[in-house]
């Protein structure tokens, strides 16, 4: 069978980029089971220290009646010191090893996350600041509520009731699935009442309760939001929220907490919620 360089190269690059990118996992679990064996060899080897001292006080015994008969010069009771020493430290030596080199490995791992996270941090702000610049140059073109209509997923659509033609805004289908802070309250929703009034009243006050806390100077996780309504947080939630910064010129953010409540309980049976979150708050 033939085997080309070339195949062989390709092979290698796609063993180094799985490497790479599985590299933390690697390393931690390289790292957990290296501490853990030095523990297994350490508490081993400190079965045979005990007789590993007494070997040494015999060895010093020894050289030193050795000495006082004048057999052999003062200076080996120095190497009889020094080969006790090594003879404890060979027993640690492996362990300590893989103690240090496990350590090592779980340090390089952390590292790794850190750089990661700090990158699609940054990637993840830069999305958001060209998104958020896109939208502002639609605004400018079709104008304010145009925009919302586009961006929430709505429609205009003519209907006739009762002979007069009604203007009418309807949700475009699978719209409320497509952004990650974009949510369903409805019927599965442990808070859900079968009073429009209840439900409209449960959010807005929700709404007004966390803005509140906004302002007082504390951060908003959408996380704590979400648990509030009875939604299941997501992995976004985690490190997504509201800052409140309204004397800072660079902030982003609104510096208020908006659901926008939108109500298709009658038409769809579910309320929509569009969080407003200002992007990633881990550090700010």
Known sequence: ????????????HRVVDSVQKHSPAILTTVGAASVLTAGVFAAKNTLRLEAKIDEGQNRLIAINDRIE?????????????VRNVLEIVRLYLL????????ILCMVTSNRILTKRNAALVAAYNGLAASYEAYRERVREEYGEDKEREIFYGEKTVVEEVDGKKVKKKILADGEHTANPYRFVYDMHNPNWSGFHEDNIFRLTVAQNMY???LKTGRKVFLRDVL???GIEPTEASEVTGWVYKPNDANHRGDNFVEFNIR??????????????????????
């Open 69 to 81: 008969q004048g057999d052999i010069q003062e200076a080996a009771r120095t190497a009889v010191y």
């Open 227 to 229: 648990i509030t309504l």
């Open 1 to 12: 069978m033939n085997i080309s360089s070339t195949n062989v190269q390709q092979t290698l």
């Open 263 to 284: 109500d298709y309980q009658s038409e769809y049976g579910y309320i929509l919620l569009d969080f407003n979150v200002d992007g990633n708050v881990i550090g700010q």
């Open 95 to 102: 362990p300590f090893t893989l103690m240090v080199g496990g």
């Open 211 to 213: 803005n509140d806390i």
